[in-house]
């Protein structure tokens, strides 16, 4: 698991209770990070994400019980994205793992128990649609990205996001130890400098500059 970035401002992620309804091993997994590097299950038909499968982005840190008038009361979820859930079955002993989907009415059984759910997460090519996505989306894609990722990324940010919001990824992307992402970084503020100079704030400006020199 990766955490969300030191420097970048942490939005509303989910939370859920500390009780033992629910495996320990959940708060024992989530203690170095809350984003998976595998992060695709496979499903037996197709959800919103895809033909074959479904996204789980950021898994719930202790806090109040995600809730909502479209979920069952035995349904415990830990990862929430828009219309998307993913929880623990409560009325089974052994916590069965299900995803609904409230907008299309969507409930399925994905696995037994957590640990065998953990073992079905496969990794996925980064993707993000069209549209605005959910910030704790864009954040996880960001975490685990490679350097070659990061070009769509950007493009991405660029159609969607705030100058101020772009900037604070991009100078997280410069401060990396990996030489790969720093070029990817100085090469999208290359970019913005020539064609969308708006986008960069005077902070954002002197802070690049000072960080791919």
Do not use: C
């Amino acid at each position: 698991m990766l955490p969300w970035p030191k420097k970048i401002p942490q939005p509303n992620l989910p939370t859920i209770p500390e009780t033992d309804l629910i495996p320990s091993t959940y708060f024992s997994i989530i203690q170095n990070g809350i984003f998976p590097k595998n992060w695709w299950l496979p499903t037996s038909e197709p959800t919103s994400d895809g033909l074959s499968g479904v996204g789980l982005h950021a898994l719930a840190t202790p806090g109040p019980a995600i809730t909502s008038d479209d979920l069952p009361s035995d349904f415990l979820p830990f990862a929430h994205t828009a219309h998307q859930y993913f929880g623990f079955d409560l009325h089974h002993e052994v916590r069965r793992i299900r995803y609904i989907d409230t907008e299309v009415d969507q409930w399925l059984t994905v696995a037994p128990d957590f640990d065998t759910f953990l073992k079905r997460l496969q990794p996925h090519p980064i993707q993000l649609p069209e549209l605005p996505v959910d910030p704790q989306i864009f954040g996880h894609m960001a975490v685990i990205a490679t350097a070659s990722d990061w070009p769509a990324l950007f493009d991405h940010a660029r159609e969607f996001m705030s100058g101020e919001t772009l900037g604070q990824w991009l100078m997280w992307l410069a401060a990396s130890d990996d030489p790969a992402k720093r070029q990817a970084a100085a090469e999208e503020y290359r970019f913005l400098v020539r064609y969308q100079p708006n986008l960069l704030t005077p902070n954002v400006t002197m802070n690049l500059q000072h960080l791919l020199h």
